[in-house]
C-alpha cells in the first residue's frame, strides 16, 4: 500500500510562470489537506478537500492560487504566475474518511523554486 | 486561536544519550490532540509520536516518549539512546478533537544534531 504520493518532489519555475503540483492520498483515503512550509518554518495549513468538493481554503492566498480534487486522479494544487515568494516545501497528506484529520499520512513534499 | 512554541531553534546531542526537545502550546480547549514530528533531510514528515489530551498517561514509542504537562500546557519530547538516524528537524504539532476541525497548528521546529 504506497502511501501519500506527490510529485514533482522538486520544481523550478520562472517568474510569471504556472506551477502545477499533484498528490495521490493512500488507498482508501477521501481527504485531502495542503500545507506549505517557507524557509526556516513549521508548516501551515492552506487548503482541505473531499472528493470534487472544497471544504475549506482558508490558509490560501486569495490570488493565484488554487486547488482542485477530482473525481478521478490526483489531487492538484495550482499556483499561478509565481513569484519569489512562493519558493517553499508544498507537503500533502491524507485521511480516511471514518477518523478525522487526528490521523494524517504525509507526503514527502514538493519543492518549488521560483528564479 | 491557538498556537504553538518551540523555543529551542536547535539542539545537538551525543549518540547513546538523551535529550528532551520543548513545546509549549495555548488554548482554551479542553479536548485536543498533540503530536511530535519528524523530519530527516529527505523532508519526509514522519509521525513520532501522539498524545490525546484527555489521557493522563504519557505516550511512549520506544525511544521515544512525552512529558505531556496539561494545566502548564507543556509537551515536550524525551529521545533516549539517541541514534544518529534521530538527526532531523522536530515539529511540535496541535489540533483541537471537534467536530470538523483539521488544521494542525505547527510550531517552528527544532533542529536536532545527533553526534557520533
Known amino acids: 500500500n504506497a502511501g501519500v504520493m506527490q510529485n514533482p518532489r522538486h520544481l523550478v519555475r520562472r517568474r510569471g510562470q504556472e506551477a502545477r503540483l499533484r498528490c495521490s492520498p493512500m488507498k482508501g483515503h477521501s481527504h485531502v489537506y495542503w500545507y506549505r512550509q517557507l524557509p526556516e518554518e513549521g508548516l501551515k495549513f492552506m487548503v482541505y478537500?473531499?472528493?470534487?468538493?472544497?471544504?475549506?481554503e482558508s490558509g490560501m492566498p486569495k490570488e493565484r492560487f488554487s486547488a482542485e480534487f477530482p473525481k478521478e486522479g490526483p489531487s492538484i494544487l495550482r499556483i499561478q504566475q509565481v513569484v519569489r515568494g512562493d519558493s517553499a516545501a508544498y507537503f500533502c497528506?491524507?485521511?480516511?474518511?471514518?477518523?478525522?484529520?487526528?490521523?494524517?499520512?504525509f507526503g514527502a513534499g514538493s519543492r518549488l523554486t521560483v528564479l | 486561536a491557538q498556537t504553538v512554541t518551540q523555543s529551542q531553534p536547535e539542539m545537538s546531542v551525543q549518540e547513546a544519550e538523551t535529550v528532551t526537545l520543548s513545546c509549549t502550546y495555548d488554548?482554551?480547549?479542553?479536548?485536543?490532540?498533540l503530536f511530535w514530528y519528524k523530519q530527516p533531510p529527505s523532508r519526509q514528515m514522519i509521525l513520532v509520536i501522539r498524545q490525546e489530551a484527555y489521557k493522563q498517561q504519557n505516550a511512549t514509542e520506544n525511544r521515544f516518549s512525552v512529558n505531556f504537562q496539561k494545566a502548564a500546557k507543556s509537551f515536550s519530547l524525551k529521545i533516549s539512546d539517541s541514534q544518529l538516524g534521530d538527526t532531523a528537524m522536530y515539529f511540535c504539532a496541535f489540533i483541537l478533537l471537534t467536530s470538523g476541525t483539521y488544521k494542525y497548528i505547527f510550531g517552528t521546529g527544532t533542529r536536532l544534531k545527533v553526534l557520533a
Open positions: 488554548t482554551s480547549e479542553n479536548n485536543y490532540y
Open positions: 497528506a491524507s485521511s480516511p474518511p471514518w477518523a478525522g484529520a487526528n490521523v494524517l499520512t
Open positions: 478537500l473531499q472528493k470534487e468538493n472544497i471544504i475549506d
